[in-house]
């Protein structure tokens, strides 16, 4: 453990944070910053496949209802705050499928473009860490270089400059790079099932908006009562 401990130095260590989080904003924009971090609250929270069958779930409620009751009265079924929510009361307010379908392929298409931003910020994190170590290495050596006069400075300069490289490497392969295919996988899999709902609820609104074609006999019926 005591060995250990000197492999945590809070000097090269906020050097290669702070520089590889810096370089990821100048590449993806602040904007992402946030969003950036708020997603690892998701990261070991986040359940994908209980949200696909909840969204399953709901979408044979509201097929149910649509046939039965109509579109309008779809929004009683109870959805999860999000997408899905949204999805189903836009279909029970509109009067146009074309129109939800255009929202629908935007929303899903806005989100994908969001959690792309997100991973690439951690992407690049993970590629910039590296690099920020090996600058913390050169001038740990350039700082031993400059006293090799003082033998006394020689030791701590060496371990900075092998330190950046190690929280470099650290920070790169074992945080910051799993973090980034974590979210992207969290994000395919949320991707998916959002436009598989999506495709359905636009199914059951053109199932339910299309016009009824009554059989002749039927209409013959019909005018023989309106003659009647």
Do not use: Y
Request: aromatic share 6%; with cysteine.
């Amino acid at each position: 453990m005591p060995g250990l401990a000197h492999l945590i130095d809070p000097l090269p260590l906020f050097g290669v944070v702070a520089g590889a989080l810096a370089i990821a904003t100048v590449q993806i924009g602040k904007t992402a910053v946030g969003p950036a971090f708020s997603a690892l609250s998701r990261l070991f929270r986040a359940d994908p496949d209980n949200d696909r069958n909840f969204a399953r779930a709901a979408l044979n409620a509201v097929d149910r209802i649509a046939e039965l009751q109509g579109l309008p009265r779809t929004d009683q079924v109870k959805a999860r705050p999000g997408f899905l929510a949204e999805a189903v009361r836009r279909l029970a307010d509109c009067a146009d499928v074309d129109r939800f379908a255009l929202w629908a392929g935007q929303a899903i298409a806005d989100r994908a473009d969001r959690h792309a931003r997100v991973v690439g910020f951690w992407d690049a994190v993970a590629d910039a860490a590296p690099a920020m170590g090996m600058a913390g290495t050169i001038l740990g050596l350039v700082s031993m270089f400059a006293s090799m006069d003082d033998p006394a400075t020689i030791g701590p300069a060496m371990a900075i400059a092998l330190l950046a490289t190690f929280h470099g490497m650290v920070i790169a392969n074992m945080i910051a790079g799993p973090i980034a295919r974590r979210l992207e996988r969290l994000s395919a899999l949320e991707i998916a099932w959002q436009r598989e709902l999506a495709e359905r609820l636009v199914a059951i609104g053109r199932r339910e908006t299309a016009p009824s074609i009554a059989s002749p006999a039927h209409s013959r019926k019909s005018a023989l009562r309106e003659v009647a």
